[in-house]
């Protein structure tokens, strides 16, 4: 593992990166990850860096002002191997390639101390403005960090230039702390330029640290003559370990060694430096873990957010996650709504199925969108096909209205991609079924899989709506639960018509199958009225009196294609209801 180390005129202006093999990356002012912001001689693109896995290999880019300078020289390239170093302006540039060697048994050291928390908090620092100074500039270079590797780098090396005594420190993560073959593996370290060598951290202090969840500091040297052990490099005497708070299985400790300055005297000078030290480090691996957790709680809500909208993340955050998932009886209302033409397409695209996939990823995405616009929740996919529910885990009067706007927003913004000929929605319709009912919502699957969904016969009549708009040539369908509240949203908004009454193929009980429909300003061509001479037909047609219907659904329009299932059927029977009849249509198909 090669890693290039920079360092400015101050301590605190520095990094430590990993470089990527065989990829090219920029160095500059500007160029971040590889920024140097403090450097005014640094251009905003300033080299061209590759590690081969043997050299880094420097190129001068053409544009820049200022020279690079390797081993004395101005040079437009070089291969630098471990250990040597370039210089830009003020910054100087070292290559290293170090071996990490956790160390297994070390000496019983000369002087062993841990710390409480009240103990530190008592601790008064001798040069408090230093300290405060140096904290200020941590919460602006942790919060630019891009991932958790340049969370942990960015970290090290201000703790390094905040700590005068440390020569090295370390970012370590122990797999199973209480176990007796924890695994002990370093994250990230960074050390001064004239100490960078093999690290070694001790094990025992590490994990010592960790299982009593306070900090430890270990002195090994001895008086003059005495043998002595070494935790990172030579003459390296001391080190103490920092657990970072957290809740998690592999938590982090922060590893910080180097070595006395008085050797015959540091149980008393040296000491209260170092503990001054230690109560500083507490104080970052405190901020680390606030910021760990705070990233942790981001992206579990990221996450739950594909699939909640805001208030029911809310409910999830204010009571515990095994209290609100847990299935609950609830009246739901359930949408259905799946994509038209899709199998067409992935026949004709069998070439590009990736570019289809994106474009049924987007079309999916129209859905969610609109769902969890509407507060509802994503309860599943199924292919091409996605269902929202509103009812859990709160109740809302206006539930059944919100489902009918995402129902309605859905169609519409597919009528709106096929018009303007949308290259990624083109030739894509949906069909949507909206069903109203009691049901079950929350946790439901088994022990080994479990998703966030609804389970009841409303789902099953919503998704047999769904199936009939093909057979009535309607985009939103919908029960007689949902429609009685559908007529009273506000008909700038929303209008519906009953459709017919239908036993749905495999059930016993006939529904009310209604049509929702947007406003007549943006249905011009079916007004109103159009609406009640179709439902006064539907009343006719129920009551067998067939021709009177057939009469009414000629004075609807010919692009109004709902009238076409009807008038068909009445044709095909002679314009004569069966000597059964009573108004109910028995459908021999889901859709």
């Known amino acids: 593992m090669a890693e290039l180390v920079a360092q400015g005129p101050e301590p605190h202006q520095r990094w430590r990166r990993r470089l990527p093999l065989d990829e090219p990356v920029t160095l500059g002012r500007q160029s971040p990850p590889w920024d140097v912001p403090w450097d005014p001689y640094v251009s905003r693109a300033h080299a061209r860096l590759l590690w081969d ?7 001068r880019l053409p544009e820049t002002a200022n020279p690079i300078f390797f081993q004395g020289e101005e040079v437009q390239q070089a291969a630098l191997s471990p250990g040597q170093s370039f210089h830009i302006g003020d910054t100087q540039f070292l290559l290293v390639q170090e071996r990490i060697e956790v160390v297994q048994d070390l000496p019983e050291p000369l002087h062993e101390q841990t710390f409480s928390v009240q103990f530190l908090r008592q601790l008064p620092f001798r040069n408090a403005a230093a300290r405060l100074e140096a904290l200020s500039r941590l919460p602006r270079a942790m919060q630019e960090a891009r991932n958790e590797q340049d969370l942990a780098a960015r970290l090290l090396a201000h703790l390094l230039s905040a700590l005068g005594q440390a020569d090295a420190v370390a970012l370590v993560q122990v797999h199973r702390p209480q176990e007796p073959q924890a695994q002990v ?26 299982r009593s969840g306070q900090s430890v500091l270990h002195i090994w040297h001895a008086q003059p003559g005495s043998p002595a052990a070494f935790t990172v490099a030579e003459n390296q005497d001391w080190a103490f370990c920092v657990p970072v708070p957290s809740g998690q299985e592999a938590p982090w400790a922060i590893y910080v060694s180097g070595r006395s300055q008085s050797p015959s005297s540091h149980l008393s000078t040296d000491a209260g430096q170092l503990r001054e030290d230690v109560k500083f480090t507490e104080i970052v691996a405190a901020l680390l873990g606030a910021i760990r957790h705070v990233q942790a709680l981001q992206r579990r809500q990221a996450t739950l957010a594909q699939f909640f909208p805001p208030a029911v993340l809310e409910v999830l955050q204010s009571r515990p996650a095994q209290e609100v998932l847990a299935p609950q009886k609830t009246r739901a209302s359930v949408l259905f709504c799946d994509l038209r033409g899709f199998s067409r397409k992935a026949e004709q695209e069998a070439g ?16 969610t969108r609109r769902i ?3 507060g509802g929740v994503i309860g599943d996919f199924h292919g091409d096909a996605a269902m929202g529910f509103w009812g859990w885990p709160l109740q809302r009067a206006d539930q059944v209205g919100r489902a009918c706007r995402a129902a309605l927003a859905i169609a519409c ?3 709106q991609a096929a018009a303007a000929k949308d290259e990624t929605l083109r ?3 949906v069909g949507i079924g909206l069903a109203t009912g009691e049901a079950v919502a929350g946790g439901i699957g088994t022990d080994d899989q479990l998703k966030v969904t609804v389970f009841g016969p409303v789902v099953n009549l919503a998704s047999r709506l769904e199936g009939m708009t093909r057979l009535f040539h309607a985009a939103i369908l919908m029960d007689e639960t949902t429609a009685e509240a559908a007529r009273q949203l506000p008909p700038e908004v929303a209008r519906c018509r009953r459709v017919a009454r239908v036993r749905p ?17 943006e249905h011009p061509f079916l007004k109103n009225q159009h609406l009640a001479w179709y439902e006064e037909a539907v009343d006719h047609f129920t009551a067998g009196r067939w021709s009177e219907a057939l009469e009414l659904l000629h004075r609807v329009p010919p692009q109004d294609r709902v009238k076409d299932f009807l008038t068909q059927f ?18 021999d198909s889901k859709g």
Not at 505 to 521: D, F, I
Not at 570 to 587: A, Y
Request: hydrophobic fraction near 40%; glycine fraction near 8%.
């Open 185 to 210: 593996q370093v994250v990230q370290w960074d050390g001064r330029f004239s100490h960078l060598g093999t690290l070694r951290p001790s094990r025992r202090l590490i994990l010592e640290a960790l």
């Open 352 to 367: 590009d199925l990736l570019g289809l996939l994106q474009r049924v990823s987007r079309a999916l995405g129209v859905m």
């Open 372 to 374: 969890l616009d509407q």
């Open 505 to 521: 193929y495999g059930m016993e009980q006939p529904v009310w199958v209604n049509q929702l429909l947007r406003p007549e300003a």
């Open 53 to 59: 896995g043997r050299l880094l290999h420097v190129e």
């Open 570 to 587: 009445i044709l095909q029977r002679d314009r004569t209801p069966p000597p059964d009849w009573e108004g109910v249509i028995s459908l």
């Open 427 to 429: 030739d894509f319709r």
């Open 413 to 415: 913004e597919f009528e």
